[in-house]
T-cell receptor, first 112, second 116 residues
Framework: EAGVVQSPRYKIIEKKQPVAFWCNPI?????LYWYLQNLGQGPELLIRYENEEAVDDSQLPKDRFSAERLKGVDSTLKIQPAELGDSAVYLCASSSFDTEAFFGQGTRLTVV | AQKVTQAQTEISVVEKEDVTLDCVYE???????LFWYKQPPSGELVFLIRRNSFDEQNEISGRYSWNFQKSTSSFNFTITASQVVDSAVYFC?????????????FGQGTRLTINP
């Protein structure tokens, strides 16, 4: 069974440019998460979806970050415009009812 | 508010030594879950264990064991006879027992280096 797939693995952009990350969760997992992991820190939840509905986006900086999960499967996280402080690893995870969260390998973003 | 503290930022031991990673948590919930994840250099978080707050039995899985003590709000992880492949960053995490979903609150992680 394929795991959580994220792309790209690495992204370097100039500040003020837009960037998007894509996530394909494990088949059948209705819950999808985006986490932000700063260097040397644990991941922090940005947004959680139940199917196509964002049920917890309290930590998402809505002035520049947006996310969508069309048809309750794949998800895209966007930053526009990117700032230097957005450099981090963006992790996607998915889970099914009463299972642990399975994580992808993440997208390492560098803003220069 | 929920909080997880992993006081050990880095640990370095020689192969075959036993090593314990500490985890202390804070929560007002009476029902919650505790987790350990391993993050190797490849980046993905690998699930190791989940324990609910009503199950204080210690667990052993091969060389890994976990000691859950509600009285001290701790959920420590021990690797026996460590191996070089155990080198990784280990995260302890806490979540509310919200049915069907998990909002994980992670500690800062402990970087474990096993030297040959």
């Amino acid at each position: 069974e394929a795991g959580v797939v994220q792309s790209p693995r690495y992204k370097i952009i100039e500040k003020k440019q837009p960037v998007a990350f894509w996530c394909n969760p494990i088949s059948g997992h209705n819950t999808l998460y985006w986490y932000l992991q700063n260097l040397g820190q644990g991941p922090e939840l940005l947004i959680r979806y139940e199917n196509e509905e964002a049920v917890d986006d309290s930590q998402l900086p809505k002035d520049r970050f947006s996310a969508e999960r069309l048809k309750g499967v794949d998800s895209t996280l966007k930053i526009q415009p990117a700032e230097l402080g957005d450099s981090a690893v963006y992790l996607c995870a998915s889970s099914s009812f009463d299972t642990e969260a399975f994580f992808g390998q993440g997208t390492r973003l560098t803003v220069v | 508010a929920q909080k997880v503290t992993q006081a050990q930022t880095e640990i370095s031991v020689v192969e075959k030594e036993d090593v314990t990673l500490d985890c202390v948590y804070e929560t007002r919930d009476t029902t919650y879950y505790l987790f350990w994840y391993k993050q190797p250099p490849s980046g993905e978080l690998v699930f190791l264990i989940r324990r609910n707050s009503f199950d204080e039995q210690n667990e052993i899985s091969g060389r890994y064991s976990w000691n859950f003590q509600k009285s001290t709000s701790s959920f420590n992880f021990t690797i026996t006879a460590s191996q070089v492949v155990d080198s990784a960053v280990y995260f302890c995490a806490l979540s509310e027992a919200e049915q069907g979903a998990q909002k994980l609150v992670f500690g800062q992680g402990t970087r474990l280096t096993i030297n040959p």
